[in-house]
């Protein structure tokens, strides 16, 4: 996922700087997304970009009342020559984001979304080693 300081210790596939920072594309497996309705493709290309870029697989849980333009995009990227499971969206509610945190195979969970619920997300996660943003 994307990563950004002034002196990064991770591992990186890719490494550049901009601005004065340094930011670099880390492959961690499996990335999952978390979406609320607020500007749905603006956040998904934010999510999804260095997250393939890096060489990770992403699981997308857009908002309820915007899953479409995931669902588009997801059928763009398919028809462009991105291979199956690379990109996928799961639309649902809480009960497919539940399912995204606690799976064992998802490395990364990037959020965009109310304060409350990222609190619950923290909470949910806490004790496993996966990366939060």
Do not use: Y
């Not at 300081?5 to 497996?29: D, I």
């Not at 499996?30 to 999510?47: K, Q």
């Not at 690379?86 to 539940?98: E, F, K």
């Amino acid at each position: 996922m994307r990563m950004v300081s002034k002196s990064p210790k991770a591992l990186a596939s890719t490494s550049s700087r901009h601005s004065g920072f340094e930011f670099m594309l880390v492959h961690v497996g499996v990335v999952a997304g978390i979406l609320s309705s607020c500007c749905p493709l603006a956040m998904l290309a934010w999510i999804i970009a260095p997250a393939l870029a890096a060489g990770n697989t992403v699981c997308l849980r857009p908002s309820k009342q915007t899953p479409l333009p995931a669902m588009l995009l997801a059928h763009i990227a398919i028809e462009a020559g991105l291979p199956a499971g690379v990109l996928n969206v799961l639309p649902g509610g809480s009960d497919v984001a539940q399912q995204l945190l606690l799976h064992n195979d998802v490395a990364h969970i990037t959020f965009s979304g109310p304060t409350s619920i990222g609190r619950q997300i923290i909470q949910a996660t806490a004790g496993c080693p996966k990366k939060l943003t």
